[in-house]
T-cell receptor, first 114, second 115 residues
Framework: AQSVTQLDSQVPVFEEAPVELRCNYS??????LFWYVQYPNQGLQLLLKYLSGSTLVKGINGFEAEFNKSQTSFHLRKPSVHISDTAEYFC????????????FGGGTRLMVKP | KAGVTQTPRYLIKTRGQQVTLSCSPISGHRSVSWYQQTPGQGLQFLFEYFSETQRNKGNFPGRFSGRQFSNSRSEMNVSTLELGDSALYLC??????????????FGNGTRLTVT
């Protein structure tokens, strides 16, 4: 069985500061990894995904993430955050061959302060 | 191109009643998945439909059911509602199966409140 742990439930940060949102997963098979963002009263929007190849993946809105197989981690980073980045961020994993079934972490609320 | 449309946006039901939620996928998408989001349990997979067939099911009781029509539109039904069924129900569509090849596009959800 898979599981995803997002180590921080809330991350406060000042505008223009860098941020890292942490994600660890456990799975016995090869996986795909994703980060989604959710703004209030909205659905989930895909930020980026790791399928294979380069372990550093770049996504929308200036976000990037690095896949570390030995540490089973997929941390999300942004070098300089904006007020508009305030949202809930979810890390998710899917077994290759599991169709469209995603296992999500508990989410991290990013709060960007002026 | 229109996104994933979920109706209604908000629902209030009483314990013991049943409810049907609707999801219209992006045009051309053949796969529809449903997720439940609650503050306590987070985001949990309910089921996935492709070509009118259920392909995957999450760990939910039989009160939760769904179906997909020939035009790929999907409905989910919850019978004998319980207070714990209060949640945001999210629908996601994709071109095909396999999130590696076909990313999921989520709707804005239906917020169900059970009183």
């Amino acid at each position: 069985a898979q599981s995803v742990t997002q180590l921080d439930s809330q991350v406060p940060v000042f505008e223009e500061a860098p941020v890292e949102l942490r994600c660890n997963y456990s799975s016995s098979v090869s996986v795909y990894l994703f980060w989604y963002v959710q703004y209030p009263n909205q659905g989930l929007q895909l930020l980026l995904k790791y399928l294979s190849g380069s372990t550093l993946v770049k996504g929308i809105n200036g976000f990037e993430a690095e896949f570390n197989k030995s540490q089973t981690s997929f941390h999300l980073r942004k070098p300089s955050v904006h007020i508009s980045d305030t949202a809930e961020y979810f890390c998710a994993v899917s077994d290759r061959g599991a169709g469209n079934m995603l296992t999500f972490g508990g989410g991290t609320r990013l709060m960007v302060k002026p | 191109k229109a996104g994933v449309t979920q109706t209604p946006r908000y629902l209030i039901k009483t314990r013991g009643q049943q409810v049907t939620l609707s999801c219209s996928p992006i045009s051309g998408h053949r796969s529809v998945s449903w997720y439940q989001q609650t503050p306590g349990q987070g985001l949990q997979f309910l089921f996935e439909y492709f070509s009118e067939t259920q392909r995957n099911k999450g760990n939910f009781p039989g009160r939760f059911s769904g179906r997909q029509f020939s035009n790929s539109r999907s409905e989910m039904n919850v019978s004998t509602l319980e207070l714990g069924d209060s949640a945001l129900y999210l629908c996601a569509s994709s071109l095909g199966r396999g999130v590696g090849n076909s990313p999921l596009h989520f709707g804005n959800g239906t917020r169900l409140t059970v009183t």
